[in-house]
């Protein structure tokens, strides 16, 4: 590979890298800072810091309650994943099935392990 293509493909990358984090910067700028603050110079890092807004929200808009709920089906679904997930997989390499290739021909997972051979 030479110079130059390692370069493009460098410059590329970054553009995707802040096209990602771009949004992200401009959202913790907007939770630190004070309503005011925050259309005086919308790029610039306020001092000091604000983490009232944080209370604000947990208190006032219910967000304890929203957690819980993310908590609950984040531990759910992880279990559920963690108990099913090594059964399907001794099935798929060990057992002989009728619907066996039809189901791992059109599962992403194992057709992306195929291509690996």
Same mark, same amino acid.
């Given at each position: 590979? %030479?110079?130059s293509t390692r370069l493009v493909q460098n410059l590329t990358l970054l553009v995707f890298? #802040?096209?990602?984090l771009v949004p992200v910067y401009l959202v913790? #700028? /907007?939770?630190i800072r004070s309503e005011a603050d925050l259309?005086?110079?919308p790029l610039t890092l306020s001092w000091p810091i604000?983490? %009232?807004n944080f209370g604000r929200i947990?208190?006032?808009a219910g967000f304890a309650t929203y957690f819980i709920n993310s908590v609950i089906t984040a531990v759910s679904v992880t279990i559920l994943v963690l #108990? %099913?997930?090594p059964l399907a997989g001794f099935a798929f390499a060990k057992l002989r099935f009728? /619907?066996?290739k039809s189901c791992s021909r059109y599962s992403w997972p194992a057709s992306w392990c195929r291509r690996l051979r």
């Open positions: 590979m %030479t110079k890298v #802040l096209y990602a913790f #700028l /907007a939770a259309f005086s110079g604000n983490f %009232t947990w208190n006032e #108990l %099913t997930a009728p /619907a066996r």
